[in-house]
């Protein structure tokens, strides 16, 4: 079975420039979730998509990130401007029930802001 | 909202030793509490998890305990070996079905 995809892997942006950080849930899993992982630190939920849904966007600053997942399958996770602290590493995952279990992540992309 | 902490945040062992890593949570109403492992540069993996109406599960040389009277869930990993060695997070699954993940302790086990 094909894991998470997730890409680009690296990025390196000014402050102020925008990303965009693009996933491809397992096939099958409705649920696909954005973290933020900051170094040394554990995940922190972003945004909960069930389908094409927003299940929970509570912890999304959404004065600069916005998120969609179009036709209930890949998703796309967008920084405009970007900060010096939103360096981190920005983790998709994707389960099968809409319930937080069984969660499988990406890759992730490791975002470098200077 | 949910709080998980977790303790400690690093822990040395002997190979072959046994690995304790503990877990609290605030929210009452989670229910879901997975364990995941990170090694250096990749992806957190799913390594165990348990569900409220089970106290104890079992896999090989892991095993996690919940007590959901005093709110708190353990990490137990038995004879370790060097590959061992990574960050574990505990999480728990709380109210509105998300995840709430620990600090990380990093786990090193010495030959």
């Known amino acids: 079975e094909a894991g998470v995809a997730q890409s680009p892997r690296y990025k390196i942006i000014e402050k102020r420039q925008s990303v965009a950080f693009w996933c491809n849930p397992i096939s099958g899993h409705a649920t696909l979730y954005w973290y933020q992982q900051i170094l040394g630190q554990g995940p922190k939920l972003l945004i909960q998509?069930?389908?094409?849904?927003?299940?929970?966007d509570s912890q999304l600053p959404k004065d600069r990130f916005s998120a969609e997942r179009l036709k209930g399958v890949d998703s796309t996770l967008k920084i405009q401007p970007a900060k010096l602290e939103d360096s981190a590493v920005y983790l998709c995952?994707?389960?099968?029930?809409?319930?937080?279990?069984?969660?499988?992540f990406g890759p992730g992309t490791r975002l470098t802001v200077l | 909202g949910e709080n998980v902490e977790q303790h400690p945040s690093t822990l040395s062992v002997q190979e072959g030793d046994s690995a304790v890593i503990k877990c609290t949570y605030s929210d009452s109403a989670s229910n879901y509490f997975p364990w995941y492992k990170q090694e250096l540069g990749k992806r957190p993996q799913l390594i165990i998890d348990?569900?409220?109406?089970?106290g104890e599960k079992k896999d090989q040389r892991i095993a996690v305990t919940l007590n959901k009277t005093a709110k708190h869930f353990s990490l137990h990993i038995t004879e370790t070996q060097p590959e061992d060695s990574a960050v574990y997070f505990c999480a728990a699954g709380g109210a509105g079905n998300k995840l709430t993940f620990g600090g990380g302790t990093r786990v090193l086990v010495k030959p």
């Open positions: 348990i569900r409220s109406n089970v």
């Open positions: 995952a994707s389960s099968l029930v809409g319930r937080g279990e069984g969660q499988f």
């Open positions: 998509f069930q389908n094409n849904g927003v299940v929970d």
